[in-house]
Nanobody, 125 residues
Framework: QVQLVESGGGLVQAGDSLRLSCAASGRPFSDYNGGWFRQAPGKEREFVAA????????DYADSVKGRFTISRDNAKNTVHLQMNSLQPEDTAVYYCAASSSWNSNVNFPHAYNYWGQGTQVTVSS
């Protein structure tokens, strides 16, 4: 199995940028599709972005399209989420996830086999 560790979260102001990273160990991250989800207090975990195992396909939630970019570096066993133009509504714990399959369920948590522990992103107005 694969272990995932997120990093890069923090406290920023509206309009700022952050780059989250997810490092995999145990198995090559290239064996999996990668995803980012987020969960705000009192809300369900929601899909943010996903990337196929080679990086040829990506998918984004409508709320982040044009602002967030998911990428991966399989040589370094990492997946990244570049977040620009951050807004207070982006405040949440961000989770990295790995999935063995790429299909229409890629934006649902149940499609993912492994999860990181999460990293907090707080955007002040």
């Amino acid at each position: 199995q694969v272990q995932l560790v997120e990093s890069g979260g923090g406290l920023v102001q509206a309009g700022d940028s952050l780059r989250l990273s997810c490092a995999a160990s145990g198995r090559p991250f290239s064996d999996y599709n990668g995803g980012w989800f987020r969960q705000a207090p009192g809300k369900e975990r929601e899909f943010v972005a996903a990337i196929s195992w080679r990086g040829r396909s990506t998918d984004y939630a409508d709320s982040v399209k044009g602002r967030f970019t998911i990428s991966r570096d399989n040589a370094k066993n990492t997946v990244h989420l570049q977040m620009n133009s951050l807004q207070p509504e982006d405040t949440a714990v961000y989770y990295c996830a790995a999935s063995s399959s790429w299909n229409s369920n890629v934006n649902f948590p149940h499609a993912y086999n492994y999860w990181g522990q999460g990293t907090q992103v707080t955007v002040s107005s």
